[in-house]
Each structure stands twice: as structure tokens, then as C-alpha cells.
């Protein structure tokens, strides 16, 4: 009897289970890819002339949708908003310059990296800041849950400056800040330099940060492996085919960068 009824129950579970489809089931099933895009770091993210996303990101989402035969939508999201879309399940993925850190991948899955950038300072004209060293006792800004504000903050504190940091929702507060003077140098990414101080007469490149190289992912959820390796695939498929590099030449210009980290197997 109490073999019939371990069968019993053992058969019961099995055919009551709901059955799980994950991310790359619901986006085809759905007919919709829900893309996370930051929209306001050009030239990989931002509005046009008609108010319509594009950039770098932009494109790349639309590629995937394509590959997936399904509609893109874009959501404009904040720095900080990254991570928490995917977490409540409001967007399949995110493309938004996200570095793959450790203590992000408890919270969430990333792709390869698809995406390389450096960390690198707008500073206001009149600041004086040429050098990394100039910056010590000027007033530094960085939008809030980004790589750089962390790195910067690391350092802030061993100069005992923590008290001249700004931090600001997204970066056009902080390229706002730097050219109205209320901030000395704003730290972004190498490939937003140019577009910003062609927008800002009175902002000027400055120095590279002294951090490392930052390998950017895709985000997904992180228990759906089968979602975070289509998105591997697909990365690699971007490049095999030539389209980052056409992506990357199209919005940055120039090379695009190695993305294979050095030492590792990708």
C-alpha cells in the first residue's frame, strides 16, 4: 500500500506541475522583444531628431527581434533602472553598457560581452583638469549605479574627498552639470566624449580614469540559461557576420574593439 501510494503521489506532482516556459519561449510566443535601452548615453543610446530611440543599443535590439522574428519594443530606462527591469520581469533583456560583475550576476544572468568601453572625464572648460592628478579638490559628478560612480567613490574615499562627489540620475544631468559649471568634470565612457563636447561649448575632453577595461554584457534573468545562451549565440553571430563592427563603425567610428578578454576563453 505505501508503494502505491509514493507512485501515486510522485504521479500526481509530475502531471499537476505547471509547465515552465522560459524567455525564449514567452518572446516568440508574445510576438515581442521588451528591450531596456538607456537613451541617454550617445552615441549608444539616445533620441533622434524625431524623438525616436536609436543608437548603438538600439540597433542591436532590433537586430535581435529580427533574428527572433518578433517586433522590438524599447524601454527607456535610468542607469539605475537596469537590473531591477529584468528582476520584476518587465523587460526580457537589457542592452545598456552593463558591466558584468560579480556581484551583479547574483542578481542577474549576463551574456559575453558584446560591448567594450573605458572609463573617461568631461570636464568643464574652465576646471583646469588636464591630468587624473588635477582632479584631487574638484568637484567630480557620475550618474548614480554606474560602474563609474563605484570606481570613483573607491577612490574618493582613499583621498578623503567623498564630500565633492555629485551624483545624478542620468548623464545628461551630469554633461548638464559640468557645462553649467556646478560640477568640474563628469565621468562617462570613451565613446560619449565626442558627441558631448560637440554639444557643449564650454565642455572639453579630459583624462582617462585609471580603472580597468570594461567588458559589457546583455543582461537576462538569471536562472533561464536556455535565454542567456541564445543571447551568447547571438552575440557571437554579430560578430561572425561583421554587424558589430558595422554597428560600431556606424556610431563610434573606427575599429571596434577586441572583444575577447585576455587569458580567458569566450
Do not use: H
Amino acid at each position: 500500500m505505501l508503494k502505491k501510494l509514493v507512485a501515486l503521489a510522485a504521479f500526481t506532482t509530475f502531471t499537476t506541475a505547471p509547465a515552465m516556459a522560459d524567455t525564449l519561449d514567452d518572446v516568440v510566443d508574445r510576438g515581442t522583444l521588451r528591450c531596456g535601452v538607456v537613451l541617454d548615453f550617445p552615441p549608444i543610446g539616445y533620441r533622434d531628431a524625431n524623438n525616436e530611440p536609436a543608437g548603438f543599443d538600439v540597433d542591436y535590439c532590433n537586430d535581435l527581434s529580427a533574428a527572433l522574428e518578433v517586433e522590438a519594443e524599447i524601454l527607456p530606462l535610468t542607469w539605475a533602472e537596469r537590473l531591477p527591469v529584468i528582476v520584476t520581469g518587465r523587460a526580457d533583456v537589457v542592452f545598456g553598457a552593463t558591466s558584468d560583475s560579480l556581484e551583479r550576476a547574483r542578481t542577474v544572468g549576463f551574456s559575453i560581452p558584446y560591448a567594450i568601453y573605458y572609463a573617461q572625464g568631461v570636464v568643464n572648460a574652465d576646471s583646469g583638469i588636464e591630468t587624473f592628478e588635477d582632479i584631487r579638490g574638484k568637484r567630480v559628478a557620475a550618474a548614480i549605479g554606474t560602474v563609474p560612480e563605484q570606481e570613483w567613490l573607491k577612490i574618493a574615499a582613499e583621498w578623503g574627498e567623498e564630500g565633492n562627489y555629485q551624483g545624478y540620475q542620468s548623464e545628461n544631468e551630469v554633461f548638464l552639470a559640468v557645462a553649467q559649471g556646478k560640477a568640474d568634470i563628469g565621468i562617462t565612457t570613451n565613446t560619449a566624449v565626442l558627441p558631448i563636447t560637440q554639444q557643449y561649448e564650454t565642455v572639453a575632453a579630459g583624462p582617462r580614469m585609471p580603472w580597468t577595461t570594461d567588458y559589457t554584457s546583455v543582461v537576462g534573468k538569471r536562472q533561464d540559461v536556455t535565454w542567456l545562451n541564445f543571447l551568447n549565440l547571438f552575440v557571437t553571430y554579430q560578430v561572425r557576420s561583421g554587424r558589430y563592427q558595422e554597428l560600431w563603425g556606424k556610431y563610434v567610428g573606427g575599429e571596434a574593439p577586441e572583444l575577447r578578454i585576455p587569458g580567458v576563453m569566450y
